[in-house]
């Protein structure tokens, strides 16, 4: 049966079905390209609206989609909420970069996020939710490591401080005390805005991070190497073409 809320404000495609029922959600709309142009065969892009590029094409032989989410919790909420609401989507994985708060990641490490924490009123908001932390989803994570491992690809887990801004000019923040007080080993901002709206739909969703720079050691990364290189994250969360 068709939708006759397609297209959406942000969405151009007016086939729900051109949409899989799993999509890739990096924050790049140029990584989402990226990935359908590697990894991808049979490719449709089903959105361009803002340069917001979206694809579905088949992995292994079988649909999955692939689209930008923008930078922050108010771009991705739009996204996400349209994805799921509107287009049938049940399962979303934000693939993102992300800075290190802990030794304990290192640049390059790929990072599944358990959990987020954030100072945002976003899920408030939005949702009339209080909590100051939000879940993703265990059954995509339990999947996802088991990828992982089958793939020989080294898989890290920890939570997320997703934060409502890049440039802190308060004196009275600190990162340290973020890492210690609330347990956040990575900084991000859009996994909490995903795992509130997939609480509040009922729908799955988690994150994967490739770590792009150290607050620790001071490594950083390239926008290139962002964009083109962390092929790690993309190949575990491809694999959730198979998943039931």
């Excluded at 079905?17 to 359908?36: M, S």
């Excluded at 609480?199 to 190497?225: G, P, Q, R, Y």
Aim: contains cysteine; charged residues 20%.
């Amino acid at each position: 049966m068709s939708n006759t809320n397609i297209p959406t404000p942000h969405i151009a495609c007016n086939d729900e079905a051109l949409i899989a029922k799993t999509v890739l959600l990096p924050g790049d709309p140029l990584r989402a390209k990226f990935i359908a142009d590697t990894f991808l065969t049979d490719v449709v892009c089903f959105n361009t609206v803002r340069n917001m590029f979206g694809y579905t094409g088949k992995y292994n032989g079988k649909l999955i989609s692939v689209m930008g989410s923008g930078m922050g919790m108010a771009s991705l909420g739009i996204y996400v909420y349209e994805l799921f609401s509107f287009y049938g989507v049940e399962n979303i994985v934000r693939i993102g970069s992300a800075g290190a708060y802990s030794k304990d990641f290192n640049v390059y490490d790929t990072v599944l996020v358990k959990d987020a924490w954030s100072e945002t009123t976003f899920a408030k908001t939005a949702f009339g939710f209080t909590d100051d932390v939000m879940s993703s989803n265990d059954k995509l994570n339990a999947y996802l490591k088991e990828q992982a491992k089958s793939l020989g690809i080294p898989l890290k887990e920890g939570r997320a401080h997703s934060s409502d801004v890049f440039y802190h000019l308060d004196p009275n923040f600190s990162w340290e005390q973020v890492r210690d007080e609330k347990g956040c080993g990575a900084v991000e901002m859009e996994s909490f805005a995903l795992f509130a709206t997939a609480k509040a739909l009922n729908k799955k969703a988690t994150c994967l991070l490739t770590i792009s720079d150290s607050f620790v050691t001071h490594e950083v990364t390239s926008s290139e190497e962002r964009q083109n290189s962390f092929t790690n994250m993309m190949k575990i969360a491809l694999s959730l073409v198979d998943f039931e």
